[in-house]
């Protein structure tokens, strides 16, 4: 079993569609998975159809702190459940930020579980779920748009996570540049920028696709919403091999569970 959180402390660079695309598409391979959202805003929810709901909140919270069977939510889809947030979420960071060894609660409450992957959609800001993502995750999943301020934020949650090495084991398993347009001259130098800059632990871009926010705006996932979008299979480079993509994204992902 291995857990992922896909984290970047900027905003809007596609966190919440690369945690449910990778989530959805381990499950579709026969992969007993746990999507939890860790972001108040309760868009893992909006993306699968689903009510927002508080079940963070009750496995987290000292005065419930239910069993992780009795709080996940069934996405409707095999093989994948979630734990939902919502507004309750903001709440409960309040609460938790008097209770001792707050930055291990993530941890002790998945400690025991039967899925094969778990995976967090982190919050952009750098609050306590951020930080306890870090300590209970064994890999940390970085989506970036290809312009120089999302870029930083790479650096900036790289930066956090040295800053945790003593309470955490979790490592780089990819940077994943989004909203990529091969055509455009920005998105070429700053691709070619991370490449320089972090090696292979670049995965590969993901197309710019306006079908990612359809999908999510009809709570369908992209292999539900169109498996053949660019988004999933990346571009075509004239041998008949796609680039890109995140199915590739996932073969990746895959080497680590």
């Given amino acids: 079993m291995a857990i992922f959180a896909v984290l970047n402390q900027k905003g809007g660079v596609g966190k919440t569609t690369t945690a449910v695309t990778i989530a959805s598409a381990l499950a579709r391979q026969d992969y007993a998975t ?20 508080d079940d963070l909140r009750r496995l987290l919270s000292p005065d419930l702190r239910l069993p992780l069977a009795q709080v996940v939510t069934p996405s409707g889809r095999p093989n994948l459940d979630v734990i939902r947030a919502d507004k309750t979420t903001a709440v409960l ?24 992957a778990i995976v967090f959609d982190c919050a952009p800001s750098v609050d306590l779920f951020h930080i306890a993502a870090l300590v209970a995750a064994d890999f940390i999943v970085i989506p970036t748009r290809l312009d120089k301020l999302a870029v930083n934020g790479v650096r900036d949650a790289l930066q956090t996570l040295a800053s945790l090495r003593r309470i955490s084991r979790c490592q780089l398993a990819g940077i994943v540049p989004t ?25 590969p871009p993901i197309p710019q696709d306006t079908r990612c926010r359809e999908a999510a705006r009809v709570g369908k996932t992209l292999w539900e919403y169109d498996p053949a979008t660019r988004a999933l299979s990346g571009y075509e480079n004239g041998n008949g091999k796609h680039l890109g993509g995140y199915n590739q994204v996932v073969e990746r992902i895959k080497e680590l569970l």
């Fill in 34 to 53: 746990l999507l939890v959202d860790l972001d108040s805003q309760g868009n893992v929810a909006d993306s699968l159809d689903l009510e927002t709901g």
């Fill in 179 to 203: 909203f990529y347009e091969r055509t455009t001259a920005e998105s070429h130098l700053q691709l070619t920028h991370l490449a320089q800059t972090f090696g292979q632990r670049v995965l």
């Fill in 93 to 116: 960071k309040q609460i938790l930020a008097g209770v001792d060894l707050r930055e291990y609660v993530l941890a002790d409450a998945l400690a025991r579980n039967d899925y094969d």
